[in-house]
């Protein structure tokens, strides 16, 4: 099982190949440069040191979402036309499940926030005891405070993400006993959406293409919404 996985959805950009079920090569950036002329290029490098042709991939995989609007965009624009050219199935993997699944075993709940700006983030509750995220109720998408309420008390919980960064001092102010993800596990990982996307594969859960997972409208809808409304 050969899969190809890029992870553009965040301020990350990443690539992974899974051969033969073993993450063969992984290439991780967080620096500041644009996806658009970088996530080709590791794509490429990932194949290279895992000696694969794409035409030995069984499957493309990709993180949807939620996260930046542009960067969603560039990754399943770029694993749509590859799995399209090569005629492969698409696997689609949620940038928040792709964090819970750094944390397999966690006898708790695993807590990816994905910073929207201002108080505003994305966020999801997963139960990750038998090792694959298990979402537990809806995906959320709003106020950091209106989410933190909703969160269980005396519950062991460890937190990801940006959003989880950005508003640390908040959650430890609601929940002081909260456990917070080390740098190598804080963010979405290509490595974790390949072995994801090879769970879904064995079961058959594949796609045609990728979709976009977008949980609010892009901020330019919204500001002319808002400028329509006002007239």
Same mark, same amino acid.
């Given at each position: 099982m050969n899969i190809l996985s890029i992870e553009t959805s965040s301020s990350v950009a990443g690539a992974a190949v899974l051969r033969?079920?073993?993450?063969?090569?992984?290439?991780?950036?967080?620096?500041?440069?644009?996806?658009s002329e970088i996530i080709m290029p590791m794509a490429e490098r990932v194949l290279k040191m895992?000696?694969?042709?794409?035409?030995?991939?069984?499957?493309?995989?990709?993180?949807?979402?939620?996260? *930046?609007?542009?960067g969603? =965009?560039? #990754?399943?624009?770029?694993?749509?036309?590859?799995? %399209?050219? @090569?005629?492969?199935?698409?696997?689609?993997?949620?940038?928040l499940e792709a964090m819970a699944f750094g944390f397999p075993f966690f006898a708790g709940l695993a807590i990816p926030l994905t910073d929207a700006r201002g108080e505003q983030v994305y966020a999801g509750r997963y139960d990750v005891? *038998?090792?694959?995220?298990? =979402?537990? #109720?809806?995906?959320?998408?709003?106020?950091?405070? %209106?989410? @933190?309420?909703?969160?269980?008390?005396?519950?062991?919980?460890v937190f990801m993400g940006d959003g989880a960064l950005a508003h640390k001092a908040l959650i430890l102010s609601s929940f002081p006993e909260a456990k917070f993800a080390p740098a190598h596990l804080d963010r979405p990982r290509a490595g974790a959406i390949?072995?994801?996307?090879?769970?879904?594969?064995?079961?058959?859960?594949t796609a045609t293409a990728a979709m976009p997972l977008y949980m609010r409208s892009p901020q330019a809808e919204r500001m002319r919404a808002l400028r329509e409304q006002h007239g």
């Open positions: 033969d079920g073993k993450l063969a090569a992984e290439c991780y950036l967080d620096h500041r440069l644009t996806h895992a000696e694969l042709a794409c035409d030995e991939l069984d499957a493309f995989a990709v993180d949807v979402g939620p996260g *930046s609007f542009t969603v =965009r560039i #990754g399943v624009c770029a694993i749509n036309g590859m799995a %399209d050219a @090569l005629n492969k199935p698409v696997i689609p993997v949620d940038s005891e *038998s090792g694959e995220p298990k =979402r537990v #109720g809806e995906r959320f998408a709003g106020n950091i405070r %209106d989410f @933190l309420r909703e969160l269980p008390k005396d519950h062991p919980m390949a072995a994801l996307a090879a769970k879904r594969l064995e079961r058959g859960e």
